[in-house]
């Protein structure tokens, strides 16, 4: 039998129903800012080891909430465990970020690529699941999540970060039927991922489409909008008698909210570019926004975070449907107490906004 939870603000907020105050998360939020991560990470030898490890996986997840009255846990995971399920050679370069050793770069390469399954190849993050889920014992819900089709194939494709996305572009537009076939895999990959996470105890999931923002509006709607639509038609929408939420969240969406609410998820994170007045208007009702703090703002004084805070919280307006978030990860170099600070005026001022 599932453990009731104590606090089921956030998933209550995902669904537009009623809520005393505004729920608080931060993406990135068990990460380099805290000490006790970076120790952590320093026990594990290679991040890529703290990710495979169930038993480091679920301390550095539960980390944040031992330090923050937050009302979700998500994950310790990364967008890239597919593309190394599959083979690719990935590898985090201190400094230099994630590296994929075989780079998909022709018709040829994107065949070969196969399906992980869940319950063998990326076994170690279902166990992290279940291990998290426990361990939390009904505290908070459980995000899962995963990376975009489009946004994972850009490493895949590219064969690590990139500013200027020249490779995949380049496919994009000289062979699109390949960079399809690389999408379709991706997206069914996905699905799988994401599925399975429900199973082991994810009470909602997330999908980071960090890189959908440079593409042109046809484009967008064509090589990341399309898959993420895919991934979303495919998932397990109940598990153990409760509805389980579904975020989008495309960086530098803008006006691509409006595409991004005719699917069929919950709710559409916002990064700190777009006024989620604005966002409100342009979606509607019909789904929660999450966000969205600039992650920059928690460099500054408590007292200036507080009006900030502030301003978000004006900005939705009143009743259901907002949880508060940064518009992007927290940055490493951040004081935990002015994270602290964040969450403690969301505490205070957001039940004004829910009478």
């Given at each position: 039998?599932?453990t009731e939870?104590?606090?089921?603000?956030?998933l209550?907020?995902?669904l537009?129903?009623?809520?005393?105050?505004?729920?608080?998360?931060?993406?990135r939020?068990?990460g380099?800012y805290?000490?006790?991560?970076?120790?952590?990470?320093?026990?594990?030898?290679?991040?890529?080891?703290?990710?495979?490890?169930?038993d480091?996986?679920c301390?550095v997840?539960?980390?944040?909430?031992?330090r923050?009255?937050?009302?979700a846990?998500?994950?310790?995971?990364?967008?890239?465990?597919?593309?190394h399920?599959?083979?690719?050679?990935?590898?985090?370069e201190t400094?230099?970020?994630?590296?994929?050793?075989?780079?998909?770069?022709?018709a040829?390469d994107a065949?070969?690529?196969?399906?992980?399954?869940?319950s063998?190849?990326?076994?170690?993050?279902?166990?992290?699941?279940?291990?998290?889920?426990?361990e939390l014992g009904?505290k908070?819900?459980?995000?899962g999540?995963?990376?975009?089709?489009?946004t994972?194939?850009?490493?895949?494709?590219?064969?690590?970060s990139?500013?200027q996305?020249?490779?995949?572009?380049?496919m994009?537009y000289?062979?699109?039927?390949t960079?399809?076939?690389?999408?379709?895999?991706l997206?069914?990959?996905t699905?799988?991922y994401?599925?399975?996470?429900?199973?082991?105890?994810?009470?909602a999931?997330?999908?980071f489409d960090t890189?959908?923002?440079?593409?042109?509006?046809q484009k967008?709607?064509?090589?990341?909008?399309?898959?993420?639509?895919?991934?979303?038609?495919?998932?397990?929408r109940?598990?153990d008698?409760?509805?389980?939420?579904v975020v989008?969240f495309?960086?530098?969406?803008?006006?691509?909210?409006v595409?991004?609410?005719?699917?069929?998820?919950?709710?559409?994170?916002?990064?700190?570019t777009?006024?989620?007045?604005?966002?409100?208007?342009?979606?509607?009702d019909?789904?929660?926004l999450?966000?969205?703090?600039?992650p920059?703002?928690?460099y500054?004084?408590?007292?200036?975070?507080?009006s900030?805070?502030?301003?978000?919280l004006?900005?939705y307006?009143?009743g259901p449907?907002?949880?508060?978030n940064?518009?992007?990860?927290?940055?490493?170099?951040?004081n935990?107490?002015?994270a602290?600070?964040?969450?403690a005026?969301?505490?205070?001022l957001s039940?004004?906004?829910?009478?």
């Open positions: 039998m599932p939870l104590k606090n089921d603000v956030f209550r907020a995902l537009r129903q009623p809520v005393d105050r505004t729920p608080v998360w931060m993406m939020q068990a380099r805290l000490p006790e991560y970076r120790a952590a990470r320093a026990q594990a030898g290679s991040f890529l080891k703290l990710c495979m490890t169930p480091l996986a301390e997840t539960l980390q944040p909430l031992r923050y009255p937050l009302d846990a998500i994950l310790f995971s990364d967008i890239l465990t597919i593309p399920a599959m083979g690719l050679g990935l590898e985090f400094g230099e970020g994630p590296r994929i050793r075989k780079p998909v770069r022709s040829a065949k070969a690529l196969g399906v992980p399954d869940p063998t190849d990326l076994r170690y993050v279902v166990d992290a699941v279940s291990l998290i889920r426990r009904g908070v819900p459980l995000i999540f995963a990376g975009s089709p489009w994972v194939a850009t490493y895949v494709v590219e064969g690590g990139s500013k996305f020249d490779i995949i572009k380049a994009m000289e062979e699109p039927a960079l399809h076939h690389v999408l379709g895999v997206a069914e990959a699905r799988l994401l599925n399975a996470q429900i199973e082991a105890g994810a009470q999931v997330m999908i890189w959908g923002g440079i593409l042109a509006p967008y709607r064509e090589f990341s909008l399309a898959y993420m639509v895919r991934v979303i038609e495919g998932l397990k109940e598990h008698g409760h509805r389980i939420p989008l495309t960086k530098g969406a803008g006006a691509r909210l595409d991004l609410a005719a699917t069929d998820c919950d709710a559409l994170g916002v990064d700190w777009t006024d989620l007045a604005e966002a409100r208007t342009l979606v509607g019909g789904k929660a999450q966000g969205n703090l600039d920059s703002v928690l500054a004084s408590p007292a200036t975070i507080r900030e805070v502030d301003r978000v004006a900005s307006g009143n449907g907002h949880v508060f940064l518009g992007h990860g927290i940055h490493p170099d951040v935990p107490e002015h602290g600070a964040m969450i005026a969301v505490h205070e039940p004004a906004y829910h009478r």
